[in-house]
């Protein structure tokens, strides 16, 4: 084997420990190998990504794919579907890098992307159908210069989802038919991305960094596809500046661990609202959060956790305004701090 390419820097670089101060640390570190409480993968480790880099970028795929494959099961969708098409690749290729199986399908996964953002320009259409002729021929112009750059972009002037958003944003805002304004702008964010479809990942990925000028490799390849299934720490209550009095703190009682994408899909957004739109995240998955944090504990394990399920469950009782109750009556171990200095 030879030694480990990543330094250990660039993980934490890119992880969302930043701001949690020590308590933070310390739990993403003790924690970061359970279910993620949202969507309920097993939540992978710096630690693990390192060993999936532990090959250099130019290994041929047939060596790389059997490293990853252990992760395979902690992989989002998107990212568990990229890795069976590469070992599908590698099984007909085995001496090229990933990056190079990649370039393979790069053409087929280009129209196959084009097609699906095409259809979201076809949705935003029959939505205008219903606009005044006026406010029609606003999103006409912006959804013309959207499917020429789908059809005929090149490597200087391609389609960007981000931009076309935007664009799409400054359309609907002057429209007078506020409800249709909302489901078009609704519709744009549909748009096709590396993180819920596998072309656009493919695609991605095949293409230079725009930031770094760089042409990806087969390490920002495995980053990307491990990275979303890390696990990170996140404020219950949003710790934001455009939050009063900056939102919440940076104390155990106001810290899950959950995946970098849970994490990063809900940035600043208050818990009560995530949770309302995103229920099915908050079920089942949060209460095995917390029993397996309750069985560590029970069994002598995560000192100094000791007052977090209690901690944690009024904080999101009360950030969720009642809707999520977890049950911490398996805990068998008292808790010892002075826990009821702590809001109910
Ligand atoms: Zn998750």
Redesign the pocket.
């Known amino acids: 084997m030879s030694k480990n390419y990543l330094d250990s820097s660039a993980i934490d670089v890119v992880s969302f420990s930043g701001g949690t101060g020590a308590d933070g640390k310390r739990m993403r570190k003790r924690l970061a190998g359970i279910h993620?409480p949202?969507?309920g993968?097993k939540m992978l480790t710096p630690a693990d990504i390192k060993k999936a880099l532990i090959l250099p970028p130019d290994s041929p795929s047939k060596e790389v794919i059997p490293v990853l494959k252990k992760y395979s099961n902690q992989l989002h969708e998107v990212e568990k579907s990229t890795l069976q098409l590469l070992e599908v690749l590698s099984n007909k290729y085995p001496e090229k890098n990933l990056r190079e199986l990649f370039d393979a399908v790069r053409s087929e996964n280009l129209i196959s992307l084009y097609k699906d953002e095409l259809k979201i320009i076809d949705r935003i259409k029959a939505v205008g159908s219903f606009l005044s002729e006026e406010s029609k021929k606003k999103l006409d112009a912006t959804l013309i210069s959207a499917e020429d750059l789908i059809i005929n972009g090149n490597y200087d002037s391609t389609f960007k989802r981000r931009a076309f958003i935007g664009k799409i944003g400054d359309v609907v805002y002057t429209l007078c038919e506020k409800d249709a304004a909302d489901t078009i702008f609704e519709i744009a964010h549909e748009m096709p991305r590396a993180g819920n479809n596998r072309s656009a990942f493919i695609v991605k990925f095949s293409e230079k960094n725009p930031a770094t000028g760089l042409e990806r490799n087969s390490h920002d390849i495995i980053k990307a596809m491990m990275m979303p299934s890390l696990g990170t720490v996140e404020h219950v209550r949003a710790k934001s500046p455009l939050v009063k009095n900056g939102g919440g703190s940076n104390e155990m009682h106001n810290y899950i661990v959950?995946?970098s994408?849970?994490n990063n899909m809900r940035d600043c957004m208050p818990f009560r609202e995530f949770v309302k739109k995103h229920p099915q995240f908050y079920g089942e998955n949060i209460q095995r959060y917390i029993d397996a944090i309750i069985e560590k504990l029970n069994h002598g394990e995560l000192k100094g956790f000791e007052n977090y399920p209690l901690q944690i469950s009024r904080t999101l009782r009360r950030q969720s305004k009642g809707k999520i109750k977890l049950d911490i009556s398996a805990l068998n171990i008292p808790c010892n701090e002075n826990i009821q200095k702590m809001p109910k």
Do not use: K, L, N
Request: net charge negative; proline share 0%; charged share 40%.
């Open positions: 993620c949202c969507c993968i959950e995946c994408r849970d």
